[in-house]
């Protein structure tokens, strides 16, 4: 299905910032579709054919309660980019690898710092300079940590506390990791020799398209206690790490949408879009799909915490201290495409385990959740939201309300606005990085294509994105960061 033309189909106001798209709609609908947006952003998300996705996804065996959209919500490979869809494994619940994304575990990660602003605003081009010359960006980059295939399976199976043994950070960075930074059931077996091949030499290396290693600031605090308990401040400087689980997640998930091809026939049901290629969660290739998928989620967190070491290694080279006087400690680290199996009401006081996916959207678990790491159970888990490179990024907490309406999830970012050919076009004849820097923004890339690509222009309002889901109670501000430096593939 491609992107092409916009939504024509019913929407119907249900609630503050909810649009329901009713299962009347189509018959082979099980579910009800629903988005969350406030009026400016709904006519913008009516522009592709992100909600038919929505549609399509609420088609899906043992899917239970909605099929469900973020307010970043954009066209995706099979689900949406923003999309939830939890589905009961005990129904013919399915898993399927478009509800998860190609790149397994992309996600982000926040470093606070004890400097100010004003210690190192004189120091920003060498930092990020430095940063761009030491940490591998682009497309198929080697990096400088090379696992032979027994350190592979054994980093595929432990996740981060793999390489913090080896010496590349800390205890405290497995405990403010999302599930420790190890998704259990994990099986390198049912990786593939060609995954492993690919991720041989890329753990640790950024990737390209909209991941990048950015500089912040805190610019503002809107809740000060749960600020206080991030460690958070107006004025201070912080890092956020975007990126995931490289070539290797790639091909895991390439190689198990072909497998998945032909389950539908072969467990009867049928779907409104290949690209939706799916498996019951308790069918052999299901079990295979889901033993793979960890394995390359706990790829990328231990991606994510090589990025975490040598960004360390930059500041404490550049500004003379090591990174430990520098206060370069964890916030917290979030994925944002994953399957995972999570307790949760689906309507009628009734409580199961469910298969929850979330293809770009982050997991917002509310105060006391046993899932909450000790010191954020009383403000909730941190919900961390990336914007463009030229505007803000946030950090959130998650409510209530989202064990509520969505799974005990948030959105993952400001969303697409328009295609990477549009942005492209767009951006022709101007220079992207050039107007970056009379921002105060200083932006390093492997070439003018991925910032025209990721220019602010592409992406939805941020803030815009962020205010419902404060609203809607899924998760509240904390405290809006703006970049200063940015590294990008």
């Not at 697409?416 to 107007?435: C, H, N």
Request: glycine residues 14%; hydrophobic residues 40%.
């Amino acid at each position: 299905m491609g992107q092409g033309g916009g939504y024509g189909g019913p929407l119907e106001r249900a609630g503050t910032c909810a649009w329901r798209i009713p299962r009347s709609y189509r018959e082979d609908m099980r579910v009800d579709g629903l988005i969350f947006a406030d009026d400016t952003l709904i006519e913008q998300i009516k522009k592709d054919q992100g909600p038919e996705q929505v549609v399509n996804v609420a088609t899906l065996p043992g899917i239970q309660k909605a099929s469900l959209a973020m307010p970043d919500i954009h066209w995706g490979y099979g689900f949406c980019i923003g999309g939830v869809a939890a589905t009961d494994p005990e129904q013919g619940g399915v898993i399927s690898p478009g509800g998860v994304g190609y790149d397994i575990n992309c996600g982000v990660r926040l470093l606070r710092t004890n400097l100010e602003w004003a210690d190192i605003k004189d120091r920003i081009r060498p930092l990020v300079d430095r940063l761009f010359d030491d940490i591998p960006t682009g497309m198929g980059q080697r990096g400088r940590f090379v696992f032979n295939k027994g350190e592979l399976v054994r980093l595929m199976e432990q996740g981060v506390s793999f390489v913090v043994k080896k010496g590349y950070g800390e205890a405290r960075d497995i405990e403010f990791a999302e599930a420790g930074g190890r998704l259990d059931g994990a099986d390198p077996g049912r990786v593939s020799d060609r995954a492993i091949a690919r991720g041989a030499e890329q753990c640790g290396t950024l990737g390209s398209g909209n991941h990048f290693l950015e500089i912040q600031v805190v610019d503002r605090v809107l809740d000060a206690h749960a600020a206080e308990v991030m460690g958070l401040r107006e004025g201070q400087v912080t890092v956020l790490i975007h990126s995931g689980s490289r070539g290797l997640g790639y091909q895991v998930c390439d190689d198990y949408l072909k497998v998945f091809k032909n389950a539908p026939r072969k467990y009867g049901f049928s779907l409104p879009d290949w690209q939706l290629a799916c498996a019951p969660v308790r069918s052999p290739e299901g079990q295979d799909y889901l033993g793979a998928m960890r394995a390359a989620a706990n790829y990328a967190w231990c991606n994510r915490q090589l990025l975490t070491h040598q960004a360390r290694e930059v500041f404490a080279a550049v500004l003379g201290k090591p990174w430990e006087a520098l206060g370069m400690e964890l916030v917290y680290d979030v994925a944002h495409n994953i399957a995972k199996f999570e307790d949760h009401d689906v309507g009628d006081g009734v409580r199961k385990e469910v298969c929850v996916h979330r293809k770009g959207a982050t997991r917002a678990f509310p105060p006391g959740h046993p899932e909450v790491p000790a010191p954020y159970q009383e403000v909730g888990q941190p919900v961390i939201i990336p914007g463009s490179m030229g505007t803000a990024s946030w950090v959130l907490a998650g409510q209530p309300g989202s064990m509520i309406h969505s799974f005990g999830t948030s959105c993952h970012g400001a969303g697409r606005m328009m295609s990477r050919t549009a942005a492209v076009r767009l951006a022709e004849g101007r220079r992207i990085d050039r107007e970056l820097d009379a921002l105060g923004i200083i932006a390093r890339a492997r070439g003018h294509k991925g910032l025209a690509e990721e220019q602010p222009a592409a992406y939805k309002d941020v803030d815009l994105v962020v205010d419902v889901v404060d609203q809607v109670g899924i998760s509240k501000k904390v405290a809006r960061l703006r970049p200063v430096g940015v590294i990008k593939g």
